[in-house]
């Protein structure tokens, strides 16, 4: 990926360790110096010292709040105040994986909204820009007073599926909720047939989920299912199930964030999914790395080419919105 030219060059690169694998590529994308300002006091407290001048500067932090999520949090938010009260002209918060963006709604009484505590957090500690990858629901945008961009792991993931040639291809949603991103991958890749498989979901018992019914032909056909995110695999996993009992040929899970809590991992070496796609926005647990259907795709040159665009004032949608 060649960056523009008139990308300015006062701006610092910092990151927490939730990811510096993904950070040090983005970095290595921009030919940036990347710095890692985190340790830990001996009773286990976060401790930040930003190494380098940040006064009237452009600060990136590149930190998603993946699990351990409240450590990644934490140490976001001391980031964010660090640069702030070093005099930063700008603070903008890269965050891959947004933690408790699932909680962004009140679903059942005498719950909080999460999500939009974590945003306010964020905005009181500094943050004047926040930009995410394939937030759960894009009405958290409007959870803090100035900008959000939220970028889509499509840009990535949709070469990743190409290289593939798929023929008889179904875009498959796991939920209703999902429509709209299978009506998006469907449009990029030009395919005309979209299948839904319903679910019914217990909000009172976490992560369970049930598939019920789909609508669509899927007999004979390759199936592209996709989602925001995988966490303990039970809502695609049911999916995908469904779909291969109803005569497709072939299942491929595509998801922007692979966490795979819990028993993922064992529900997916059991299952019979034929591959599962995802990005890095989120270490891949060891687990996980054992399993030959993973394939992972990076969005490094997604991210890099978003922090050039906001610091040289270009337009973030004509180019890396799908």
Request: net charge positive.
């Amino acid at each position: 990926m060649a960056l523009d030219s008139k990308q300015s060059n006062n701006y610092v690169l910092l990151a927490g360790r939730s990811n510096l694998v993904l950070a040090k590529k983005v970095a290595s994308f921009l030919k940036k110096e990347l710095f890692n300002p985190v340790s830990v006091f001996s009773d286990g407290e976060i401790r930040i010292k930003v190494p380098e001048n940040v006064r009237r500067r452009h600060v990136f932090i590149i930190q998603p709040t993946c699990p351990p999520v409240n450590d990644s949090l934490m140490e976001l938010v001391f980031m964010i105040d660090a640069a702030r009260r070093s005099s930063a002209d700008e603070i903008t918060a890269v965050i891959p994986y947004f933690g408790y963006s699932r909680q962004d709604r009140k679903e059942m009484p005498r719950v909080p909204i999460s999500a939009s505590v974590v945003a306010s957090i964020l905005e009181n500690a500094g943050v004047n820009r926040i930009v995410t990858l394939d937030i759960h629901s894009e009405q958290q945008q409007g959870f803090i007073k100035g900008p959000w961009d939220n970028l889509y792991g499509s840009y990535s993931l949709i070469p990743e599926i190409k290289k593939r040639n798929l023929k008889n291809l179904v875009i498959a949603a796991p939920d209703k909720g999902g429509m709209t991103r299978a009506t998006g991958y469907a449009r990029l890749l030009g395919v005309n047939e979209i299948a839904l498989v319903y679910k019914e979901r217990d909000i009172a018992v976490n992560n369970t989920s049930n598939a019920l019914a789909m609508i669509g032909n899927v007999e004979g056909k390759n199936i592209l299912l996709v989602d925001d995110m995988i966490d303990t695999g039970g809502t695609v996993i049911h999916a995908a199930e469904y779909l291969k009992k109803s005569g497709a040929k072939k299942v491929i899970i595509c998801a922007t964030h692979g966490l795979f809590s819990g028993s993922a991992p064992a529900k997916f070496e059991k299952s019979t999914v034929d591959e599962v796609i995802i990005t890095d926005t989120v270490p891949l647990n060891s687990e996980m790395k054992k399993n030959k259907r993973i394939t992972v795709v990076s969005v490094a040159d997604l991210l890099a080419s978003a922090i050039e665009r906001i610091e040289s004032g270009e337009s973030l949608s004509r180019k890396l919105i799908l």
